[in-house]
């Protein structure tokens, strides 16, 4: 079974950066995309970022293209997103997700979901 556990987050100010940790095991890494979408209070969960098994191909969503990057360490069984000039409109909870589809920038591609972060950020 494959399992998903995020860590990461917490309160910061605008400006200031964040790194979130995703760790999918249970399941073949190597052969896992793995995203993160966010879900402000009131807002439907939206797309944020991707990692591909299938040569490490990255995209982002045009909010937070420049500021955000992801990457993966595949002998961790790890994905990190690394959060800068973080704005309050970055406020959300952060879900980290596992599919083997190899581009998915939508949920339902998804297969396996975290916990989820609360990311804070003041103006």
């Known amino acids: 079974q494959v399992e998903v556990v995020q860590s990461g987050g917490g309160l910061v100010q605008a400006g200031d950066s964040l790194k979130l940790s995703c760790v999918v095991s249970g399941g073949t890494f190597t052969r896992h995309t793995v995203g993160w979408f966010r879900q402000a209070p009131g807002k439907e969960r939206e797309f944020v970022a991707f990692?591909?098994?299938?040569?490490?191909?990255?995209y982002f969503a045009d909010s937070v293209k420049g500021r955000f990057t992801i990457t993966r360490v595949n002998a961790e069984n790890t994905a990190y997103l690394q959060m800068n000039s973080l704005k309050p409109e970055d406020t959300a909870v952060y879900y980290c997700?596992?599919?083997?589809?190899?581009?998915?920038?939508?949920?339902?591609?998804?297969?396996?979901w975290g916990q989820g972060t609360q990311v804070t950020v003041s103006s």
């Open positions: 990692i591909s098994w299938y040569g490490g191909r990255t």
């Open positions: 997700a596992a599919t083997w589809e190899i581009l998915a920038t939508t949920r339902e591609l998804y297969n396996y």
